[in-house]
């Protein structure tokens, strides 16, 4: 005779009783479900993360999803303080400045390349930037911002102080590096110039020999945020050098104490952006016994239902 598994039952899923975001994530988490259930264990590490007042959170992503609407996740999760560090790619710089001032516009994957190349459209998965909307206006832009940085007689920045000082030029709430600057969230760039950022700044040194780009002083500073930091969480979307700089540092301090990995990336080519949560245990760059679960889907869709229950939860609690 089977012996009866002390485990919860999986329940159906109950529409009627949906209202809000919060309520169709309790019902992933009883219905199961396959990525259902880990989006529902996602949302209750992430807001545990956001509530330990002794943990620091780092948050790292990809440029692509910037040029879309989840961009306002991203700047509510770093208006809101939920995130204590951003670690990303030049490009996030790239969209979520040139948004401010120009549009990005709906398309499909199925358009033609070489009609959009010679309409002067750039094409970014379903995303349609203009050439006007991207690398025409970022040129003119951080050329004046810095030559307004440059007044202040500083020559020498790390990443993180020199998107700080372009942030604290901007005045557009909509974006990221805004509110990065207004809430001192430092964003780090370890490949700083693999981007239309970082171009700028290589084109400003042409003429500003003494300009110089101080790696060492963002590593410095994470070193001591891990060594310093009680615990230390992260949400990773995506993969590649963000995620992969956030879990390289905590490995110094024996790993994440808990973790929320994102991805559409499969396991079995070996590269680190399909790598499970789980594998980073064998490296030591997540604690044995931490809270993780990787949810597999694309973060466009999963982190605006993720976030926004984790919202509903907490501004409830305050009221």
Not at 54 to 59: A, Q
Request: a negative charge; charged letters at 30%; glycine letters at 8%.
């Amino acid at each position: 005779m089977a012996k009866k598994l002390d485990l919860p039952p999986v329940e159906d899923i109950d529409l009627d009783s949906v209202e809000t975001v919060n309520d169709l994530m309790v019902q992933l988490g009883k219905g199961g479900g396959f990525t259902a259930k880990k989006l529902f264990e996602a949302a209750n590490i992430m807001k545990d993360m956001i509530e330990r007042e002794s943990c620091f959170t780092f948050l790292s992503f990809p440029a692509c999803i910037i040029s879309t609407g989840t961009r306002g996740v991203i700047k509510e999760m770093v208006k809101r303080r939920w995130v204590d560090a951003v670690i990303t790619t030049c490009g996030t710089l790239d969209h979520d400045l040139a948004r401010i001032w120009r549009k990005y516009h709906h398309g499909d994957f199925e358009m033609d390349d070489s009609d959009l190349y010679h309409k002067g459209i750039q094409r970014l998965g379903n995303v349609l930037i203009p050439l006007d909307s991207y690398g025409i206006i970022l040129e003119k832009k951080m050329r004046e911002f810095m030559e307004d940085i440059w007044k202040t007689g500083k020559r020498e920045f790390s990443t993180s102080e020199i998107v700080r000082e372009v942030g604290k030029r901007l005045d557009d709430e909509s974006s990221i590096t805004y509110w990065a600057a207004r809430n001192n969230i430092p964003v780090y760039l370890p490949g700083p110039t693999d981007g239309a950022f970082g171009s700028q700044l290589w084109m400003w040194r042409q003429t500003h020999s003494d300009f110089k780009l101080d790696l060492f002083k963002d590593e410095q500073e994470l070193s001591d945020i891990v060594f310093d930091a009680k615990e230390t969480g992260a949400l990773m979307i995506g993969g590649g050098i963000s995620k992969h700089h956030v879990i390289w540092w905590n490995q110094f301090r024996d790993g994440l104490d808990h973790a929320v990995y994102i991805t559409t990336a499969v396991e079995w080519d070996g590269s680190l952006s399909g790598a499970r949560t789980r594998e980073a245990i064998s490296w030591g760059k997540l604690k044995e016994g931490a809270p993780h679960v990787t949810v597999e889907g694309d973060a466009t869709v999963l982190l605006p239902l993720l976030l926004a229950s984790i919202r509903q939860q907490l501004d409830g609690a305050r009221k």
